[in-house]
């Protein structure tokens, strides 16, 4: 069997570099550019027998991108790694005539295996119609935790839907955890509560699989801070950030924010390369 070569996605091009570091499998020249009228164009200039194409899908051109690629080694043995899949929180129909977007998107691509990192929920992966995994960033985002010289931590999730993940982080750094309850008003107006919860004096990380506008985690610190919490670190899987979302956060309070590489930013501290290069290395 050749060796893995790996295809760094426009998008995804820091985090392919370290995956490849890790391995020590070589990164295949691609061209990328664009035509005049916007079109994307890329060209793999060299023959590849098994490759991993690592690219995250955040924008609508990603994706475009993502099936070029698979496209241009379609004699290839193709292993997908989307670390940040987009449409993910599309996932159920809540008015008649509207599509299951994360269905129409998981389904157009098709390889020998795809893996996506903590994707926003489970249901998706039933959607892709090539063998998929899910990989876990927990682990890496508790050791970073781990390294922040905290006092008293309590790690927090903003909601239900990343209590999973924020009790695997706890394991790692040997903390509690808890949740605070949301109600979401409206797609932009959500509201907190943290009945119960014992902050004052603590250094407290709420930790979610997204932060795209920051609405629900600025309603979190707010509350926090009235609690006389001490430090808030606030951390994610995915630092989506839309428009003034990060600086919403430290005018609200956040001590420091960080995220994984998945997709990349200012705040991408912790890196899944290590976690991406295991699950190819085992292939």
């Keep these: 069997m050749s060796e893995m070569k790996i295809i760094a996605g426009a998008s995804s091009q820091v985090l392919a570099k370290r995956v490849s570091d890790l391995t020590q499998w070589d990164i295949v020249d691609v061209e990328y550019r664009r035509f005049p009228d916007g079109e994307s164009y890329l060209r793999v200039c060299e023959e590849v027998e098994r490759v991993a194409i690592i690219q995250s899908t955040r924008t609508n051109d990603d994706i475009i991108v993502l099936l070029q690629l698979l496209d241009a080694c379609e004699s290839a043995e193709k ?16 008015k008649n005539g509207e599509p299951i977007s994360s269905r129409a998107i998981a389904s157009i691509f098709k390889a020998d295996s795809i893996a996506v990192v903590n994707i926003h929920s489970e249901e998706v992966m039933k959607y892709f119609r090539s063998p998929a995994k899910e990989l876990d960033a927990s682990e890496v985002i508790g050791k970073y935790i781990s390294s922040l010289n905290l006092r008293d931590p309590l790690i927090i999730s903003p909601d239900y839907g990343a209590i999973e993940m924020v009790e695997k982080i706890s394991k790692v750094v040997n903390c ?98 290590e976690i991406i290069a295991s699950y190819l290395e085992s292939l």
């Design 79 to 94: 292993h997908v790694v989307i670390p940040y899949f987009g449409y993910a929180r599309q996932d159920k129909r809540f």
């Design 176 to 273: 509690e955890y808890a949740v605070m309850m949301k109600e979401r008003i409206s797609d932009e107006e959500v509201r907190i509560s943290a009945e119960g919860l014992e902050v004052k004096g603590r250094d407290v990380i709420i930790v979610d699989d997204i932060i795209s506008t920051g609405g629900t985690i600025k309603e979190a610190l707010k509350i926090l801070k009235k609690m006389g919490v001490g430090r808030v670190f606030v951390g994610c899987v995915h630092p989506v950030l839309v428009g003034d979302a990060l600086l919403k956060l430290y005018r609200t309070g956040a001590y420091e924010v960080f995220g994984t590489d998945t997709i990349e930013s200012s705040i991408s501290k912790v890196s899944v390369a």
